[in-house]
C-alpha cells in the first residue's frame, strides 16, 4: 500500500525579533511533515528593498516558489527518508566530541549532564529528529530565560551544545536543514569592568595560599597573564 500523500500548503509569517521584524515561511510537504524557515529581515520602508530584505509580497512570492517545487517533489521531505530520533543524534554528537574533537573527560561529562537532564526531557529521545522547528528553539531558550533557573551565560552553553547536535545530524544528513540555525541567539551583556588587584594584593594571596607552589602560580599568573595551560607546562 502506498504511504498517504497530503496537500502541500503554507503562509508567511511576521514575527518581531530582538534585531528587527523578520518573515518566516512554514509549509507542509507531501508527507505531512511541517518545516519552518527564516526568509530574511522585513522591509517597511519606501522603495526597492535592500539585498535579503523582503516585503510582504515577495516573501509572498518565495513561499509560492517553494510550494512549487514541493508538488513537483524537488524538496528534500525529512518524514520520507529519516527515521532518526533526538537521542540518537544526542548520542552521535557526544560520541563525536569524545572520539573524534577528543574532548576532555570533564568536558565530556559536562556535555552529557546538559544533554540527560535539559534537552531530552524537554525535547523527547524517541522524538523524531525532523520534528524540530525553529518555532520550537526559540521557545525553549524564551522559557529557560523567563524561568529565571538558570543564568544567561548557562542558557547560552545549554544552546550551543543544541546547536552542536542538530549541526552533527545534519551533516550526518539525518536532517536537510539545522533549524537552530534561524534561532535567535542567548545576547549577554558584558560590563567591561575588570577587578584588578594590586602588586600589594597579590602578595597577600600569594602568603594566604596553601603551599608554596600555589603561591608562585598565583604570583606569576599575576605578573605575566599566563593561562592556566600555560602554567601548568611550567617546570
Known sequence: ?????????????????????KWYVKYRLPSGQQ?????????????????????????????????????????????????KTFGEACDEWLRYVKQERRRAPSTVRDYENVVRSRLEPEFGRDASLAGLSTERLDDYRAGLLADGELSPRTVQ???????????RAKRRRWIPHNPAEDAERVQLKRSGDFNVLTPVEVEALARAAESDQEAAI???????????GELRALR
Open 35 to 83: 518545516v519552518q524557515r527564516l526568509l530574511g529581515p522585513a522591509w517597511t520602508g519606501r522603495g526597492r528593498p535592500p539585498e535579503s530584505y523582503f516585503t510582504r509580497r515577495m516573501a509572498e512570492h518565495e513561499l509560492e516558489a517553494i510550494l512549487a517545487d514541493a508538488r513537483r517533489g524537488q524538496l528534500s521531505d525529512p518524514a520520507d527518508r529519516s527515521t
Open 218 to 228: 598565583f604570583t606569576v599568573a599575576a605578573f605575566t597573564g599566563l593561562r592556566m
Open 157 to 167: 552553553k545549554v544552546m550551543v551544545i543544541l546547536f552542536g547536535i542538530l549541526k
Open 1 to 21: 500500500m502506498r504511504p498517504q500523500r497530503n496537500q502541500v500548503s503554507g503562509h508567511v509569517r511576521l514575527v518581531d525579533r530582538a534585531r528587527g521584524a
